[in-house]
């Protein structure tokens, strides 16, 4: 299983950014796919999940409104949308991969394979 994360970068306060995740070697669309993210000296948090039909989506709320996770499972792809970005949201992005046929999990432990991150940068 391989999951490449990419799309991050710079940015300045207040701009989007849109991160890809492209999943290969699994049952794509039985797996739920998250997005956590690590910031320097923090421990890695959950950011958003989709299930794996793409038709329920879970957030933190302090990102919901900011942030939009889709998928496209003919393409093995999973998306973080990420708009009004802020000085804070700087971090190290990961994908992950929970499943097959599982609930969503918010927790890193709840999920099954990981990439390797794509860094988020942004300034004020």
């Known amino acids: 299983v391989q999951l490449q994360a990419s799309g991050g970068g710079l940015v300045q306060a207040g701009g989007s950014l849109r991160l890809t995740c492209a999943a290969s070697?699994?049952?794509?669309?039985?797996?739920?796919m998250g997005w956590f993210r690590q910031a320097p000296g923090k421990e890695r948090e959950f950011v958003a999940a989709?299930?794996?039909?793409?038709?329920?989506?879970y957030y933190v709320d302090s990102m919901k409104g900011r942030f939009a996770i889709s998928r496209d499972n003919a393409r093995n792809t999973v998306y973080l949308q990420m708009n009004s970005l802020k000085p804070d949201d700087t971090a190290v992005y990961s994908c992950?991969?929970?499943?097959?046929?599982?609930?969503?999990?918010?927790?890193?432990?709840?999920?099954?394979?990981w990439g390797q991150g794509t860094q988020v940068t942004v300034s004020s």
């Open positions: 070697g699994l049952p794509f669309s039985t797996y739920v």
């Open positions: 989709v299930s794996g039909s793409g038709g329920s989506t």
């Open positions: 992950a991969a929970r499943g097959p046929f599982k609930l969503v999990a918010y927790t890193t432990g709840g999920y099954d394979y």
